[in-house]
Each structure stands twice: as C-alpha cells, then as structure tokens.
C-alpha cells in the first residue's frame, strides 16, 4: 500500500476486505528494447518533427536491424555446422524498406501471396532466393514457376494445379516442397494440433500420386511443416517425421535435399520476467475476486471465475520469452530426438541436408515502432481513465494479437510539466466502442499528457500494418525507415544504397 500512496495514484477503496487492491509496479509491463531502439525513443524532439510533419499514427522501421537478426539465426547454423538457408516471412509486415534492405544480405525471403511474390522481385530478390508457401492461387501458382521461385505446395491438390500449369505452358522443372502437418506419434505423449495447412504424413501418399504424375514438371527438393504452436517438444516430433518422409521420398526416388520447419521462434518483449509474473499472478486474482479488477470491465483475457473456480485459458501470448528467435533454434536443434537418439543438428549433417527457416515475427524483433499522438486524458469516473490516441487497433494490433507490452510516453517539451504516476485504458480513434489498443490499465511512472506521443516499441512483427485499414477514413499511418544516425526516408523510398558517395563518386570519373 506504500507504494500506492507514494505513487499518488488515486485508487479506489477495495469492497470487502478479501479484494487486494492493486499495487502500480505490479502492473507494468516494461518492454525490452535494443540500443537503437532507446536512443531513438530518448530522442523527443526527432521523434515529434516526425510527427509533426507525417502525422499520427506514424510507423518507424529500422532496417539494419533485420539484418542483424539475420545474421544471428544464420550464426546458428553456423554454429552447428549445418548448411541451408533464413527465409524472412515476409506476410509479418508489409514494409518495402525491409524487404529491399533484406535483398542487399544473404538471406532469403518467404512470400504467401501474389503481391508478395512481386514485391520481393521487384525489391531485388532473385527468384532463387524466394520461395513461395501459403495458400495459392492459379496466377500466383503461374507466376512463382514462371519466375523460378521454389514452391512449397500446401496440399496435393494445389501440387496438382502447379503441375497442370508447368505442362500446360511448357514450364519445367520447378522446385517444390510439399508441407505436412500432422505426423505420426513416434512413442510420446506430444499431440499435433490440427492445421489447414498441409497433409497427415499418414497421407503421403497423395503428394507420391502426384509427383509420379508430374516427373519432368517437378522436382521434389524437400519436406516442410510450420506449425502454429511455441512447444520445442510438438516441433521436434515435426523433425522426426520429416526425417521418415525424406527417407521415404529418397526411396522412392526423389533428391529431397532439404528440411523446412517453417517459422515460429517468437520474440521477448518485455525487460522482466518479474514484472510478467506479476502481471500474469494479478490478473488471475483479478478474475477470481481477490482484487481491484485492472481490465475493462473485468475482461479475462481468456480466463473467467466459474464458482470460484478458475476457468479459461490464458489467451495472451507469453510476452516474456527468453527463449526465443535464435536461441529457440538453436535449443531445438540441440534437442536428442527419441527416435534416432542424436540431436537433430547431429541427424541434419550425417543426413547431408538443408535446414531451411521461415521466420517472421522474429526477424522483426526491435525492427519497428509505432507513434500515436494523445488526444486527451480523460477522468471518467474515479476507477477509469481514458488516454485517447490518434491510432486504432488496427494500426497497433496488440489486442488482436494478444501481447500485452507498455507503451512509452515519449513528452512533449513544456516547462510547466508536473509529472505524476498514473494509469488508463488506451482507447483508439474509432467511432466504435471496440477500439481499445489496451483493454488492460497500462500504469505509467509519468502519465501521458495531450500532446504528447505514446510510442509502442517492437510492432513491426505482425502489430503494425497486418490488420490497418481506413475504417472511417481514417489515415494509415506512413511508414518512414530510420538509419542509425537519424537519418530517415519514406519507406518506398529507402533503397540500401547510399545516394550522396554514390553521385560524388560518379562525378568524380566522369
Ligand atoms: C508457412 C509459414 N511460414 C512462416 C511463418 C512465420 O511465422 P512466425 O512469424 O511466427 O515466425 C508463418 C506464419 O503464419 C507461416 O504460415
């Protein structure tokens, strides 16, 4: 209660004294943020020229940082020793910047849909550097063999359809992967969920069927799964039974050379494990009772009190993730698989075959913030503040996705500034009384003030333009990309090259 007091939080007295009011610090759910990423949010006065001239909401990329991440997924494979290639899945962000940036490295991109396939050619991509998965239309299908893309087929029948059109136009051979998505217990308790997307390896025979059909159109090069899920164990039951299907598909005469376990390796985005564990401990007692609810009118976030008892499960991804990007690669490769009895780094070399990763939202982690301008704090009553932002829930799909991190408040320059801890509900610019971008109070050590800007760090994997649109004419933020040294450009206008030696350089031999 100390703490309440000292904080100058108004809070509303507990009714009935089994309800523990909360304490501020319980609450908060400080993001974990790189280098670049503090030294642009320190950086007031850039940050509200930005917006002053782009407007709110404003998205900030920066693209050497998915060069980074690049680099630290490739060092896995480095590390153990295994060859095959980081494929960037591009559907996480729409950014042209980080797709051009990406094509000046080494790695690879992974498109799922028509335009991504001609976003990444048109960015610098050779087609043997794309790969195309997801379901596929027949012009998408048209255009990935006829550029020479990889395909990884969803099901037969899309295989089918590929292969219709390579005889059909005279297209041959493409490189395919077919995906699966259910695989046999191999003796452990893992279930696989199901998935829309690929085949039971009990149905291989579907995807043979095909093959047979279209030897001179298609060339079988590997064997592919995502799974939907953070669980090492359902994903090393995954590994094993790709490892029977390539055996299978060589004995039946196919050279599959290569292993893809699609994406999924997720991102840490807060600083404390503490601070998760007390949010997580309040919000359970919150739904059961046992104190001051701290969420829109006593949302659960999947959990609910049914007499007394909890129910529901936890719908929020688990923002505190130390295990997470590379080093989740690197755990699962060190894991032993029970079948074979070797790590799967181990059974990948003696196999001679490619690892191949889709990652998405860890490639983007630390790559993007989202402005958003405040409106106006409102006191509703005396358990409800509102802080009204210039950004929907489309723009920061946080809620959506359920990843519950704190903004940052980033204060406009006024001397006569009093600051004060507080906390409210984010509320959005919708006419909609849906539009929440928090439905949790977020707590700040300064309450935001009109004026002022609320930056959500590390959106740019999934929260930042996956779900925008111009409900009620309202703007899609601009997305701008960001150098190290603060220097920035609109998104379509960043190319990884820099203009100013380039043109000096050229005057100079002419
Ligand atoms: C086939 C495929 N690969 C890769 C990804 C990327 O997953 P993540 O962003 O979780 O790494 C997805 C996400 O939906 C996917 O469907």
């Given at each position: 209660m100390a703490a309440v007091a000292e904080s100058g939080i108004d809070m509303p007295t507990a009714k009935g004294c089994a309800i523990t009011p909360l304490r501020e610090e319980e609450v908060f759910l400080e993001p974990a943020l790189s280098h670049a990423a503090r030294e642009l949010l320190d950086s007031a006065d850039f940050l509200h020229g930005l917006a002053h001239s782009?407007?709110?909401?404003?998205?900030?990329?920066?693209?050497?940082?998915?060069?980074?991440?690049?680099?630290?997924?490739?060092?896995?494979?480095?590390?153990?020793?295994?060859?095959?290639?980081?494929?960037?899945?591009?559907?996480?962000?729409r950014s042209t910047a980080l797709v051009r940036h990406l094509a000046s490295t080494r790695a690879r991109i992974d498109i799922a849909s028509l335009g991504e396939l001609q976003h990444a050619l048109a960015s610098g991509f050779a087609p043997d550097r794309i790969m195309a998965t997801g379901p596929k239309t027949p012009e998408f299908l048209w255009l990935a063999a006829r550029a020479g893309v990889?395909?990884?087929?969803?099901?037969?029948?899309?295989?089918?359809?590929?292969g219709r059109i390579c005889r059909s136009h005279g297209i041959a051979p493409v490189?395919?992967?077919?995906?699966?998505?259910?695989?046999?217990?191999?003796?452990?308790?893992?279930?696989?969920?199901?998935?829309?997307?690929?085949?039971?390896?009990?149905?291989?025979?579907?995807?043979?069927?095909?093959?047979?059909?279209?030897?001179?159109?298609?060339?079988?090069?590997?064997?592919?799964?995502?799974?939907?899920?953070?669980?090492?164990?359902?994903?090393?039951?995954?590994?094993?039974?790709?490892?029977?299907?390539?055996?299978?598909?060589?004995?039946?005469?196919?050279?599959?050379?290569?292993?893809?376990?699609?994406?999924?390796?997720?991102?840490?985005?807060?600083?404390?494990?503490?601070?998760?564990e007390h949010f997580t401990t309040a919000l359970t007692e919150a739904v059961l009772g046992q104190r001051e609810s701290f969420t829109w009118r006593g949302h659960g976030y999947g959990l609910r009190a049914e007499n007394g008892?909890?129910?529901?499960?936890?719908?929020?991804?688990?923002?505190?993730?130390?295990?997470?990007?590379?080093?989740?690669?690197?755990?699962?490769?060190?894991?032993?698989?029970?079948?074979?009895?070797?790590?799967?780094?181990?059974?990948?070399?003696?196999?001679?075959?490619?690892?191949?990763?889709?990652?998405?939202?860890?490639?983007?982690?630390?790559?993007?913030?989202?402005?958003?301008?405040?409106?106006?704090?409102r006191h509703a009553d005396s358990e409800t503040t509102f802080i009204r932002l210039d950004i929907n829930h489309g723009d920061v799909s946080l809620e959506e996705h359920g990843v519950a991190v704190d903004p940052i408040v980033v204060p406009q320059q006024d001397p006569t500034r009093r600051s004060e801890a507080g906390g409210g509900y984010l509320i959005g610019n919708l006419c909609l009384e849906a539009d929440f971008i928090s439905r949790r109070r977020v707590y700040f050590r300064n309450m935001p003030q009109p004026g002022d800007l609320l930056a959500f760090p590390n959106t740019a994997g999934y929260f930042m333009d996956f779900s925008a649109d111009h409900a009620l004419h309202q703007p899609i933020a601009r997305k701008i990309a960001v150098t190290a040294d603060h220097r920035w450009c609109l998104d379509d206008e960043y190319w990884p090259i820099d203009r100013q030696a380039l043109t000096t350089a050229g005057g100079d031999t002419q």
């Open positions: 782009l407007g709110s909401p404003l998205n900030i990329l920066l693209p050497a940082q998915i060069e980074a991440n690049a680099k630290a997924f490739t060092s896995v494979f480095d590390r153990h020793r295994i060859g095959g290639a980081v494929y960037y899945a591009h559907k996480a962000n990889v395909v990884n087929a969803d099901s037969p029948s899309e295989l089918d359809t590929l490189s395919v992967m077919v995906r699966f998505s259910g695989f046999v217990n191999s003796g452990t308790t893992v279930m696989s969920r199901q998935s829309r997307f690929g085949i039971h390896e009990a149905d291989v025979r579907h995807y043979h069927n095909v093959l047979d059909g279209y030897r001179d159109e298609l060339e079988l090069i590997g064997v592919a799964y995502h799974l939907d899920t953070i669980g090492i164990a359902e994903k090393a039951q995954a590994l094993d039974g790709c490892l029977r299907l390539v055996q299978e598909f060589h004995a039946a005469g196919h050279p599959v050379r290569a292993v893809d376990i699609g994406g999924g390796y997720g991102v840490n985005y807060l600083a404390s494990e503490q601070q998760w008892k909890l129910r529901g499960a936890l719908s929020l991804y688990p923002a505190h993730r130390p295990l997470s990007g590379p080093a989740y690669l690197d755990n699962l490769l060190t894991q032993q698989s029970p079948v074979w009895g070797q790590s799967y780094a181990t059974l990948l070399q003696e196999l001679m075959l490619d690892l191949v990763v889709e990652p998405g939202r860890a490639l983007l982690d630390q790559c993007g913030i989202a402005l958003a301008r405040v409106l106006e704090v």
